[in-house]
């Protein structure tokens, strides 16, 4: 069983080299992300997504500069060695070239170990990791998508004899076509189910959690009650922030929306200031990234059901809140979904930016101001200079059915079992 990986890393780049970096960016991408020179990502076979950002200098909540820095992050099937040994083996220098336009660089002529080290020293864990295509490799996406096409065609050239036959009969030749045919000798044998010992790991960690929730519930429940309180009164004195927003910024950030199925959206914000806050929301993204693998397992995301993956991460020493997420449809959709689907949930997470529509106990108000929100998101999106998707024409829901319609060639089914799996081809 597949698990995966968000590895992120965010530098600052060396002073006067943002122009050429930004130039070679380009160059990647005009040159196609996938088969380029530079970094060949259609090669990297454990990277689902990934993605290069230079975030503008700018100034933080208290006024204080960050320089400019570029952003590189990947989702990817863990282990974490072989993804990296493969990047390195791949496009080492290509990113080589690359950061050697960052701070804290080696030095001299490409050397694989000291990218490698490199890369490990200045990588970031994600606050938050949401996975909502979870268990499932590059490969297996891609496979089961060649999978469900091949039924497909197949169902399309005999649909008069399919027709007039019973399901199982259908189910059957469908099950003899897929093992003669040697392209699709993957799906001969299912895909194997989580060990005995991982779930017992993996749900005796919530379990403990939980306990633990309920023996402590006597503090938590005063102790939550005064921090509210106190969130409370910070929220009423807060002043709300001004969104700096232009109609080429977002003509600029609706044109790169290419895509047919997948988007991505990245977004920068600054955590307001103080103490309360800063702790409120580490708590709150810790806690739901411990959580978000038992709640959002089904591919939703707050019940949102297109983000494959989603990451929130707190840098540049807390004062900086970024947001990367690779997601089905057009961002118009995506962030009315956030409005009309998760305002609650979301909000929680957001609020702590400022320029965020004003919230009360960090759920109510937020999102559900939707042209507030709206001009807080577009403000907040910037540019995604290179953006990779392994799998571009998968959606989320065909992840989910595609597997469905590959364990449906396995085991035995009534004659009503076999017509609802023949519906979902």
Known sequence: MTQHGAYS??????????????????KIDDSGVEDNDIIPFKKITTIHFARFVILDACKDAYGKDIPAQLAFTTN???????????????????????????????????????????LQNQSLEADTFYVGVGYRS???????????????????????SIQQQPANTTRQQ????????????FARTPVPNASEKWNVSFYGKLIGLAI?????????IPFVIV???????????????????????????????TQLVQAQFSALGNVKPG????????????????????????????????VHFARWLIINEGRQMLFLSNYDGNSENYLRDFIHIAAKQLTLMFCHTEGYPKTR?????????????????????????????????????????????????????SETEASEWLRSI
């Open 212 to 220: 633990l929730f309920i023996v402590l519930l006597p503090i938590i």
């Open 275 to 306: 103490k309360v806050r800063l702790a409120t929301m580490m708590f709150l993204l810790r806690m739901t990234n411990f959580l978000a693998p038992y709640l959002f397992s089904k591919g939703k995301l707050s019940g949102i059901p297109t």
């Open 76 to 118: 990817y099937d863990l282990p974490l060695n072989n993804h990296m040994q493969q990047m390195i083996s791949v496009a080492g220098r290509g990113l080589w070239q690359i950061f050697s336009m960052c701070e804290k660089f080696p030095q001299g002529a490409y050397n694989a170990s000291m990218l490698e080290l490199y």
């Open 361 to 413: 106990l960090m759920m109510f108000g937020g999102a559900k101001d939707a042209e507030g929100f709206m001009e807080w998101a577009r403000a907040k999106q910037i540019i995604t200079n290179v953006w990779y998707s392994a799998n571009k024409e998968v959606s989320v829901d065909n992840v989910y059915s595609n597997s469905k319609i590959r364990n449906g060639l396995y085991g035995t089914m």
């Open 9 to 26: 890393i965010v530098v600052d780049i060396k002073s006067g080299m943002q122009q050429p970096l930004y130039d070679l960016l380009q």
């Open 174 to 185: 469908i099950i003899d076509y897929v093992h003669s045919n040697a392209d699709l000798a």
């Open 227 to 257: 921090w509210m309180l106190i969130v409370l009164s910070i929220e009423i004195r807060e002043k709300q922030v001004p969104n700096d927003l232009t109609k080429d910024h977002i003509r600029e950030l609706v044109n790169r929306e």
């Open 138 to 160: 590059v490969q297996q996406i891609h496979e089961e998508h060649v999978l469900r096409n091949a039924i497909n065609d197949f169902a399309d050239r005999n649909r008069q």
